[in-house]
């Protein structure tokens, strides 16, 4: 009987010999539980950047990455409560888009050429200046002249020839017809309107309001007619000039969809609440472009014509 106890308690024994349990010490435990809450917090926060990163990128639409492509973000339209309805004209989806290499650099160098032409003949004392090439008027110190007057009661030369104005006819032509196509519209029930312009912006201080090209505005409540705003820009962000960014402002603040322009790029947009926008202030430089405003009201209806 006891030759067999003492059988048993070897086989015990053998067994417990056999089987090892790995203790770690105490510091090197708490070291082990350490990485691993760091590697898990360093986990979190990655998730986290990746999301905000991601949300940045969905927010701030960053025109200039997407040449060759045109990029269209549709919004909800805000129409006022006195705004006029035209069934088959005024826009039942409101959206934002932008052409990339709408022209051509060749193209772009003739309308530079063109604007640098008009404001030889006024230009504004501050930092912005025009010339709406369908009324004649231009900017010239402090106020507006009309220059197609002062030509025709001096007799001079018209402000473009026939070969430039066609150039301006057949681009506006062109826009005419992309905005049409994008908003499902019959071109006969678009109308080209006032005002449609040129402009030039640079860092000299303002010296009237009409200067201050800095402000949060809404198109159609600046330019009562307009119901489609086309801005086809002619000189590049960062390169001709420094700031004169364009930004849409959704709520009160900057919706993050910036435009960064570059010669030949198309922006359409409808001109309602739904898109109030500002353009950064130039710190340095020229920045050209131009504006082609369309309306539903064949009474606001201009016909080019080259005075």
Known sequence: MESKNRLKRRRINEVNSNTHTTTLPTGETNTYFCQRILF???????????????????????????????????????????????????????ARILVNEFLTPHRVSQLVRLVKK????????????????????????????????IHTAT???????DGEFNILYEIIDRVHMRIAGYFGLNKENLYLTNPTFFSEMTARPARTIHDEYWHTHIDKQTYESFEYTSLLY??????????????YVDNGKE??????????????????????????????????????????????????SNN
Not at 156 to 161: G, I, K
Not at 234 to 247: I, N, P, V
């Open 40 to 94: 898990f917090l360093c986990y979190i926060l990655g998730v986290i950047l990746l999301c905000y990163l991601g949300i940045t990128y969905l927010l701030r639409t960053d025109y200039t990455d997407s040449p060759g492509q045109d990029i269209t973000y549709n919004i909800t339209c805000q129409p006022s409560e006195h705004d006029k309805v035209y069934p088959n004209c005024s826009p039942n989806n409101c």
């Open 118 to 149: 008009a404001l030889e003949h006024g230009r504004s004392d501050g930092g912005a200046s025009i010339f709406d090439f369908n009324s004649g008027a231009i900017s010239k110190g402090d106020k507006f002249i009309n220059v197609y007057s």
């Open 155 to 161: 007799g001079e030369d018209p402000v473009f020839n």
């Open 234 to 247: 002619l000189s590049e962000y960062d390169r001709d000039f420094k700031g004169g960014s364009f930004t």
């Open 255 to 304: 919706s993050g969809m910036t435009i960064q322009p570059r010669p030949g790029l198309l922006s359409i947009f409808t001109s309602g609440n739904e898109n109030p926008h500002k353009v950064e202030k130039i710190r340095d430089g020229v920045r050209y472009a131009l504006t082609i405003g369309f309306t539903c009201d064949p009474n606001k209806r201009i016909n080019l």
